[in-house]
């Protein structure tokens, strides 16, 4: 089965500043890779995905993700945050893009001071 | 553009007692139906997944007699929570895919589920 780590629980970072947050998956072939956003007391929201191809990838608001194969890796980035930015952030995963559903890590809360 | 709605948003029900949410997608056909859960302080959970034309799947630790589901068309799903404890509070979410080999899952705002 696969699984995803998120490493890190809690980030902080000053308004401004560069952001990026750490997804690792085990999985034997690639799998469908996603990075999605909770804002406070919301559902979920679609920042980028990959599938193939080039393995940097951009999303909205300015993030982007790139893929490692060979680290089994899908980190997201963001150049310059925002207050706004500040939610919690979940890397997910699925073994084909049609009849499974996600695999989700634990995610990550992100808190952007000013 | 494409949009999933969740009803009820927030929801409380009495130890023992059911609920049930409905969750509908707008501006696309949603060929498959993922329900999961929220537990407080925890990460989404994959209850089942509904595919048009196959068996709803659940995932271990959840039952077709615990939540039972509905997919009767492609742009409506339902579940209903049976006899709800304490544990099964949280946040329940439906993610939708439509046909198409690029969508990835859209999700609605969740209903948020209360148990006294």
């Known amino acids: 089965a696969q699984s995803v780590t998120q490493p890190d629980a809690r980030v902080t970072v000053s308004e401004g500043a560069s952001l990026q947050l750490r997804c690792k998956y085990s999985y034997s072939a690639t799998p469908y890779l996603f990075w999605y956003v909770q804002y406070p007391r919301q559902g979920l929201q679609l920042l980028l995905k990959y599938y193939s191809g080039d393995p940097v990838v951009q999303g909205v608001n300015g993030f982007e993700a790139e893929f490692s194969k060979s680290n089994s890796s899908f980190h997201l980035r963001k150049a310059s945050v925002h207050w706004s930015d500040s939610a919690v952030y979940f890397c997910?995963?699925?073994?084909?893009?049609?009849?499974?559903?996600?695999?989700f890590g634990l995610g990550t809360r992100v808190s952007v001071f000013p | 553009g494409a949009l999933v709605y969740q009803y009820p948003r927030r929801t409380i029900c009495k130890s023992g007692t059911s609920m049930r949410m409905e969750c509908q997608a707008v501006g696309f056909q949603a060929t498959s139906v993922a329900w999961y859960r929220q537990s407080p302080q925890k990460t989404f959970e994959l209850i089942a997944l509904s595919t048009v034309n196959s068996a709803i799947k659940y995932e271990q630790n959840f039952t077709q007699e615990k939540f039972p589901i509905s997919h009767p068309n492609l742009s409506f799903s339902s579940m209903t929570v049976l006899n709800a404890y304490l544990e099964d509070r949280g946040l329940y979410l439906c993610g939708a895919r439509g046909r198409h080999n690029n969508q990835a899952p859209l999700f609605g705002e969740g209903t948020r589920l209360s148990v006294l």
């Open positions: 997910a995963v699925s073994m084909d893009n049609y009849a499974q559903g996600l695999t």
